[in-house]
């Protein structure tokens, strides 16, 4: 059984938004569940999403949905333990649809904070 890891105690982050307007296009629409919102960055070569959880968590899937003919061509999930420096922990390749694509890890990885999603 799969449920999403966010909760009212991660704390969200992002690279940028699109004009500054965080009314239409904030990080707060990254998990309000309405397909009729979204985050938008700004145009630049690397746009980010970082969450910092409340507690150690294990991760086994990563559940990330674009707007079609916005979608990065690969991405990156990084993650720490604690304090320590970001490291990769693997890459995936999202298609240019507004589906909602899953990649699943063939092993479950252990995280604190912080948590980044880095499309390229």
């Not at 922990?89 to 240019?96: A, L």
């Amino acid at each position: 059984m799969t449920h999403s890891l966010v909760c009212p105690e991660t704390v969200s982050r992002v690279s940028s938004v699109l004009n500054r307007n965080t009314r239409q296009f904030g990080k707060k629409h990254l998990f309000d569940q309405d397909e009729e919102t979204c985050w938008n960055s700004d145009q630049g070569p690397s746009q980010w999403v970082t969450l910092e959880f409340p507690q150690c968590i294990c991760v086994s899937q990563l559940q990330i949905q674009f707007q079609g003919g916005f979608s990065s061509r690969q991405g990156c999930l990084e993650g720490s333990l604690g304090s320590e420096a970001l490291s990769k922990i693997v890459d995936f390749y999202p298609e240019d649809n507004n589906s909602l694509q899953i990649s699943c890890f063939s092993r479950w990885v252990g995280l604190s904070v912080p948590l980044k999603v880095v499309p390229w």
